[in-house]
């Protein structure tokens, strides 16, 4: 759910954090009422889809969703603040199109949105020029390099639409032995832009060769797979839309595999990627659709406020000492990453140090962690193709990886994090005092919850965390 006020986005926030429901899809009332706090009048209500053509395609792939599923606006009038409001509607990829580029520093891009599924679209290329946006290609269901994406992370065992980023980072771990066979059952041939399936995979991929059972290799394979198809794409894009620069959005967006790859190439002057291109961030996205207007990027930190102040050097010597600790204050980040409101910080030196934050989160202890490092002193670490990469959207190779092992995963990559002291967080100035301390601005940065649960959202959840986890909260 989101707020956009006079021209301005006032509150975004999704709807787990409060339930405390993980990927909850609907509204509450301890959310409506954060949102309301931050609005002096609610004229309309804009939602990020068209429900008819949304049941037209699950029609057309066989499903039979129950009637709430299609009733928006049932679901607002269960919510006495929302009754009666006017509901506007506006496509699934043009609200990822304008979240992204209403929100950019661009007045001219190529804009890309790939994704599992919209209503129909599932890959759609705009070129955006003041605040006309202008089609120009389109990909429509069943057709769907994210549709594939999920359905490779449902074959290995993991939650399709929620666990793929599980997936990309196994994907460091095997060998694209698969690709072929991949691309032989059930890709299409086509050029891009095109993208074609020889068969729905919106159910899965249950059975698909049951004899494979190294789920790692299965993951690279698809990666790989994945990766060549939007290198094709972004060249396409580079070529046939008249913009050195590039806004990104959808789901696939969160592949920051391939976005690294995607910066190295150079096809682009600037790249803006916002922090929540998927679906979760479409609440933003849909308001930004109605008034088709530019807004100030305020930062990702939109959501709940935790008011209380920190001591930036009572932490940094925590994390010294060799402590994972717990930082939770400000707004809540709106996004799946924690961005230093709301996470688990650790020093990245220590050799054991991922193992031990693997623990307390109760994840497999493959997944690797993000570092988070100054944003003037990032080239120093990691091989930079950007300015800046603020939203853990990019993995970039370490320079160094043996002195940083707690943020570095077995190839040799990291998803970085950069700060500034004017970001709006704490963070920045925790790390300053860490560099103080140790000749390091570098951390180690997850985020505050364990595996299956939603981000820490507010105080008193902050504190069950470290009652339930033995983390130092600050």
């Known amino acids: 759910m989101?707020?956009?006020?006079?021209?301005?986005?006032?509150?975004?926030?999704?709807?787990?954090?409060?339930?405390?429901?993980?990927?909850?899809?609907?509204?509450?009332?301890?959310?409506?009422?954060?949102?309301?706090?931050?609005?002096?009048?609610?004229?309309?209500?804009?939602?990020?889809?068209?429900?008819?053509?949304?049941?037209?395609?699950?029609?057309?792939?066989?499903?039979?969703?129950?009637?709430?599923?299609?009733?928006?606006?049932?679901?607002?009038?269960?919510?006495?603040?929302?009754?009666?409001?006017?509901?506007?509607?506006?496509?699934?990829?043009?609200?990822?199109?304008?979240?992204?580029?209403?929100?950019?520093?661009?007045?001219?891009?190529?804009?890309?949105?790939?994704d599992a599924i919209g209503e129909w679209e599932t890959l759609t290329v705009w070129h955006a020029r003041g605040t006309t946006l202008r089609k120009v290609h389109s990909v429509r269901y069943p057709h769907s390099v994210g549709l594939l994406y999920s359905a490779m992370t449902q074959r290995v065992g993991l939650k399709p639409n929620e666990e793929e980023y599980i997936l990309m980072g196994m994907a460091a771990y095997g060998e694209p032995k698969y690709k072929d066979l991949i691309n032989r059952e059930l890709v299409a041939p086509a050029r891009p832009p095109d993208f074609r399936l020889r068969r729905n995979l919106h159910r899965g991929l249950t059975g698909w060769h049951p004899e494979i059972t190294e789920p790692e290799h299965l993951a690279s394979s698809v990666q790989a797979v994945t990766e060549e198809f939007l290198e094709g794409l972004f060249r396409w894009v580079a070529a046939h839309v008249p913009s050195r620069n590039l806004v990104y959005s959808g789901g696939?967006?969160?592949?920051?595999?391939?976005?690294?790859?995607?910066?190295?190439?150079?096809?682009?002057?600037?790249?803006?990627?916002?922090?929540?291109?998927?679906?979760?961030?479409?609440?933003?996205?849909?308001?930004?659709?109605?008034?088709?207007?530019?807004?100030?990027?305020?930062?990702?930190?939109?959501?709940?406020?935790?008011?209380?102040?920190?001591?930036?050097?009572a932490v940094a010597q925590a994390l010294a000492a060799g402590h994972v600790v717990g930082l939770a204050n400000g707004r809540a980040e709106y996004g799946p990453r924690a961005l230093g409101n709301r996470s688990l910080l650790a020093d990245p030196r220590s050799p054991g140090v991922k193992d031990r934050v693997n623990e307390i989160k109760r994840r497999q202890k493959f997944r690797p962690f993000a570092p988070v490092v100054l944003a003037d002193r990032a080239h120093h670490y990691f091989e930079t193709y950007l300015p800046e990469t603020p939203y853990m959207q990019y993995v970039l190779r370490c320079r160094a990886p043996e002195d940083f092992p707690g943020v570095c995963h077995v190839d040799g990559t990291s998803r970085v994090q950069t700060v500034r002291p004017t970001d709006g967080s704490v963070i920045a100035r925790v790390i300053q005092e860490f560099d103080r301390l140790t000749g390091c601005p570098v951390l180690l940065n997850t985020s505050l919850n364990v595996k299956g649960e939603p981000l820490v959202n507010t105080w008193p959840d902050a504190l069950r965390f470290q009652h339930a986890y033995g983390v130092p909260l600050f």
Not at 34 to 42: I, M, P, Q, R, T
Not at 61 to 66: D, I, R, T
Not at 76 to 95: N, T
């Open 2 to 114: 989101a707020v956009v006020q006079d021209g301005e986005i006032v509150f975004a926030a999704h709807s787990e954090r409060y339930s405390r429901s993980k990927n909850d899809p609907l509204l509450n009332n301890a959310l409506i009422d954060d949102a309301l706090g931050y609005a002096d009048d609610v004229t309309e209500i804009v939602h990020f889809e068209h429900p008819w053509l949304k049941l037209s395609r699950r029609l057309r792939a066989g499903q039979l969703p129950a009637l709430r599923e299609t009733g928006v606006r049932r679901h607002l009038d269960s919510f006495a603040p929302l009754r009666g409001i006017p509901v506007r509607y506006v496509s699934h990829h043009r609200s990822h199109a304008s979240g992204a580029y209403f929100c950019s520093p661009f007045r001219d891009a190529a804009l890309v949105v790939v």
């Open 252 to 313: 696939v967006a969160l592949n920051c595999l391939f976005n690294g790859k995607l910066a190295s190439l150079g096809l682009f002057d600037d790249i803006w990627i916002p922090p929540n291109p998927g679906d979760a961030g479409s609440a933003v996205g849909a308001a930004l659709a109605r008034t088709g207007e530019f807004v100030p990027w305020p930062g990702p930190y939109l959501g709940h406020d935790i008011r209380r102040h920190v001591d930036a050097t």
